[in-house]
């Protein structure tokens, strides 16, 4: 292509979309109840925690209205962790038991007009007490 004066001109370039950025964050305790639980945001995270025997941790998350979030828990190869999906009053939405070193995921879909918090829990459920990773996508 030229321009007015007879000169070409280059071809414009599209601009890449850019990806998402995961946070890295820490577990905060204390965290053990679901009163308790860690405000988290439904963007992409990779968050590490402890997993000391009988522990739990409790995360807090806001779904809006037709959004989806997939968490994935990972413990460390001696460490099993399960992983459950409650409502803030309590009610369980979904448990999951788990293996050692075994990776536990789930996706919740928010179905609804309005937006609803639910709560993810990471429990010490055999083996040795160990770390976890809890990765969060939308």
């Known amino acids: 292509a030229t321009n007015g004066s007879g000169t070409a001109t280059p071809p414009s370039t599209p601009t890449p979309t850019p990806l998402p950025t995961t946070t890295a964050l820490n ?8 009163a308790q639980a860690q405000p988290l945001a439904s963007d992409a995270l990779q968050l590490n925690g402890a997993l000391p025997l009988q522990d739990q941790d409790h995360f807090r998350v806001s779904l809006g209205a037709g959004k989806r979030l997939t968490a994935i828990v990972t413990p460390t ?9 409650f409502l803030t009053d309590g009610r369980p939405l979904l448990l999951l038991s788990g293996a050692a070193g075994a990776a536990r995921q789930v996706t919740v879909t928010n179905s609804g007009s309005t937006a609803v918090n639910v709560v993810l829990r990471i429990h010490h459920s055999g083996g040795s007490a160990g770390s976890y990773s809890l990765s969060l996508a939308p």
Not at 27 to 34: D, F, H, Q, R, V
Not at 77 to 85: D, E, K, P
């Open 27 to 34: 577990e905060l305790e204390p965290n053990n109840t679901i």
């Open 77 to 85: 190869s001696a460490t099993a962790a399960g992983l459950g999906v």
